[in-house]
Nanobody, 114 residues
Protein backbone atom coordinates (compact mmCIF):
# COMPACT_ATOMS: atom_id res chain seq x y z
CA UNK A 1 0.00 0.00 0.00
CA UNK A 2 0.98 3.61 -0.57
CA UNK A 3 0.00 6.81 1.19
CA UNK A 4 -1.60 9.38 -1.06
CA UNK A 5 -1.33 13.10 -0.37
CA UNK A 6 -3.37 15.50 -2.46
CA UNK A 7 -2.65 19.23 -2.76
CA UNK A 8 -3.34 22.27 -4.87
CA UNK A 9 -6.96 22.96 -4.04
CA UNK A 10 -8.11 26.39 -2.98
CA UNK A 11 -10.83 29.00 -3.41
CA UNK A 12 -11.05 30.20 -7.01
CA UNK A 13 -13.51 32.24 -9.04
CA UNK A 14 -15.67 30.64 -11.70
CA UNK A 15 -13.72 30.34 -14.94
CA UNK A 16 -10.44 29.94 -13.09
CA UNK A 17 -7.90 27.15 -13.20
CA UNK A 18 -6.02 24.98 -10.74
CA UNK A 19 -3.44 22.23 -10.88
CA UNK A 20 -4.05 19.48 -8.37
CA UNK A 21 -1.24 17.13 -7.38
CA UNK A 22 -1.25 13.73 -5.75
CA UNK A 23 2.01 12.46 -4.32
CA UNK A 24 2.35 8.79 -3.45
CA UNK A 25 4.67 7.52 -0.74
CA UNK A 26 5.83 4.70 -3.01
CA UNK A 27 6.05 3.80 -6.64
CA UNK A 28 2.88 4.06 -8.69
CA UNK A 29 4.38 2.29 -11.69
CA UNK A 30 2.78 -1.01 -10.69
CA UNK A 31 -0.64 0.62 -10.73
CA UNK A 32 -1.79 0.51 -14.31
CA UNK A 33 -4.53 3.08 -13.85
CA UNK A 34 -4.52 6.06 -11.52
CA UNK A 35 -7.55 8.24 -11.08
CA UNK A 36 -9.01 11.36 -9.56
CA UNK A 37 -12.29 11.37 -7.69
CA UNK A 38 -14.36 14.00 -5.95
CA UNK A 39 -16.95 14.17 -3.22
CA UNK A 40 -19.31 16.78 -1.85
CA UNK A 41 -21.02 16.56 1.55
CA UNK A 42 -23.93 14.15 1.56
CA UNK A 43 -23.02 12.61 -1.78
CA UNK A 44 -21.06 9.54 -2.74
CA UNK A 45 -17.56 9.89 -4.08
CA UNK A 46 -17.55 10.06 -7.88
CA UNK A 47 -14.93 9.26 -10.45
CA UNK A 48 -13.54 12.23 -12.37
CA UNK A 49 -10.73 10.95 -14.58
CA UNK A 50 -8.17 8.21 -14.93
CA UNK A 51 -4.95 7.55 -16.79
CA UNK A 52 -3.09 4.34 -17.58
CA UNK A 53 0.64 3.75 -17.66
CA UNK A 54 0.35 3.83 -21.40
CA UNK A 55 -1.06 7.33 -21.26
CA UNK A 56 -4.66 6.55 -22.13
CA UNK A 57 -6.94 8.94 -20.27
CA UNK A 58 -10.68 8.82 -19.67
CA UNK A 59 -12.98 11.43 -18.21
CA UNK A 60 -16.41 11.63 -16.68
CA UNK A 61 -19.01 13.23 -18.91
CA UNK A 62 -19.29 16.31 -16.72
CA UNK A 63 -15.64 17.19 -17.42
CA UNK A 64 -16.59 18.31 -20.93
CA UNK A 65 -12.97 18.77 -22.00
CA UNK A 66 -12.07 21.10 -19.13
CA UNK A 67 -9.76 18.81 -17.14
CA UNK A 68 -6.51 17.04 -18.05
CA UNK A 69 -5.05 14.17 -16.05
CA UNK A 70 -1.38 13.27 -16.21
CA UNK A 71 1.09 11.16 -14.28
CA UNK A 72 4.83 11.20 -13.63
CA UNK A 73 5.85 7.73 -12.51
CA UNK A 74 9.41 8.88 -11.75
CA UNK A 75 8.00 11.32 -9.21
CA UNK A 76 5.17 9.01 -8.10
CA UNK A 77 2.80 11.89 -8.74
CA UNK A 78 -0.51 12.25 -10.51
CA UNK A 79 -1.83 15.63 -11.64
CA UNK A 80 -5.19 17.05 -12.57
CA UNK A 81 -5.28 20.32 -14.46
CA UNK A 82 -8.72 21.82 -14.03
CA UNK A 83 -9.77 24.71 -16.23
CA UNK A 84 -12.96 26.71 -16.76
CA UNK A 85 -14.08 25.84 -13.27
CA UNK A 86 -17.76 26.02 -12.39
CA UNK A 87 -19.36 26.37 -8.95
CA UNK A 88 -20.62 22.80 -9.29
CA UNK A 89 -16.99 21.63 -9.43
CA UNK A 90 -16.64 22.57 -5.78
CA UNK A 91 -15.73 19.39 -3.90
CA UNK A 92 -13.02 17.54 -2.06
CA UNK A 93 -10.77 15.97 -4.67
CA UNK A 94 -8.97 12.67 -4.08
CA UNK A 95 -6.68 10.44 -6.05
CA UNK A 96 -6.40 6.67 -5.96
CA UNK A 97 -5.91 3.78 -8.28
CA UNK A 98 -8.73 3.03 -10.69
CA UNK A 99 -10.56 1.13 -9.41
CA UNK A 100 -9.60 2.32 -5.95
CA UNK A 101 -7.38 -0.07 -4.01
CA UNK A 102 -5.31 2.11 -1.74
CA UNK A 103 -6.24 3.89 1.51
CA UNK A 104 -7.86 7.21 0.75
CA UNK A 105 -5.90 10.36 1.50
CA UNK A 106 -7.34 13.49 3.07
CA UNK A 107 -8.09 15.08 -0.27
CA UNK A 108 -7.71 18.67 -1.38
CA UNK A 109 -10.61 21.12 -1.26
CA UNK A 110 -11.61 22.98 -4.39
CA UNK A 111 -14.12 25.77 -3.89
CA UNK A 112 -15.40 27.71 -6.89
CA UNK A 113 -17.20 30.98 -6.26
CA UNK A 114 -19.75 32.35 -8.71
Amino acid sequence: QVRLVESGGRLVQAGGSLRLSCAASGSIYSFNAMGWYRQTPGKTREWVASITNGGRSDYADFVEGRFTISRDNAKSTVYLQVNSLKPEDSAMYYCNTNPSSQPWGRGTQVTVSS
